[in-house]
């Protein structure tokens, strides 16, 4: 069984960094990409940066370019985004999810629960 | 970057009716191969979203076949056909024809 599982939210203030990780389990870990995504409480889902299997053709979102930088370890079955430079938009439940390919796609295969950042003085 | 525009926000259903979701875009989802990057996706009160429908009318494993998904080049559609209890929650359509990746704002969809 596929299992995502992001780690290293909390409450955060603002200007301050935070890195969030990603374990990954249940499938062959480096034969496929993995986006991250996330929610504001109680709003819509925004898709922020993604990672080809080999940590290649990475992509950002315009609205976290220059602040996150995402990476992964292929042999911890692990991604991480750092996130620099918080703000109060970047309040959110961030997500880990599963590409269906080996490079960056549409397909979303399976997502983690979530962890939530909240930047706040 | 693409805006994809859904409607209703929310959606009122009978239980065992029809229910249909709207979500267009501020430009043609055809990309350069012929094949159209619209997905549905629904989360549940208290989860995580999973993907209904992709490239516009295919359903994923498991997903029941009231579900079904229409549309081409701007506009496009999402259908149960008789609404369940379990069905509801939030939808999102979300292009990935243009990169970034867009999602619509969503549809809640719940029972009258």
């Known amino acids: 069984e596929v299992q995502l599982v992001e780690s290293g939210g909390g409450l955060v203030q603002p200007g301050r960094s935070l890195r969030l990780s990603c374990a990954a389990s249940g499938f062959t870990f480096d034969d496929y990409a993995i986006h991250w995504v996330r929610q504001a409480p109680g709003k819509g889902l925004e898709w922020v940066t993604g990672?080809?299997?080999?940590?290649?053709?990475?992509v950002y979102a315009a609205s976290v370019k220059g602040r996150f930088t995402v990476s992964r370890d292929n042999a911890k079955n692990s991604v991480y985004l750092q996130m620099n430079s918080l703000r109060a938009e970047d309040t959110a439940f961030y997500y880990c999810?599963?590409?269906?390919?080996?490079?960056?796609?549409?397909?979303?295969?399976?997502w983690g629960q979530g962890t939530l950042v909240t930047v706040s003085s | 970057d693409v805006v994809l525009t859904q409607s209703p926000l929310s959606l009122p259903v009978t239980l065992g009716q029809p229910a249909s979701i709207s979500c267009r875009s501020s430009q043609s989802l055809v990309y350069r191969d012929g094949n159209t990057f619209l997905n549905w996706f629904q989360q549940r009160p208290g989860q995580s979203p999973r993907r209904l429908i992709y490239k516009v009318s295919n359903r994923d494993s498991g997903v029941p076949d009231r579900f079904s998904g229409s549309g081409s080049g701007t506009d496009f559609t999402l259908k149960i056909s008789r609404v369940e209890a379990e069905d509801v929650g939030v939808y999102y359509c979300?292009?990935?024809?243009?990169?970034?990746?867009?999602f619509g704002g969503g549809t809640k969809v719940e029972i009258k």
């Open positions: 990672l080809n299997w080999n940590s290649g053709g990475i």
């Open positions: 999810v599963k590409d269906k390919h080996n490079i960056l796609t549409d397909s979303f295969d399976s």
């Open positions: 979300m292009q990935g024809t243009h990169w970034p990746a867009t």
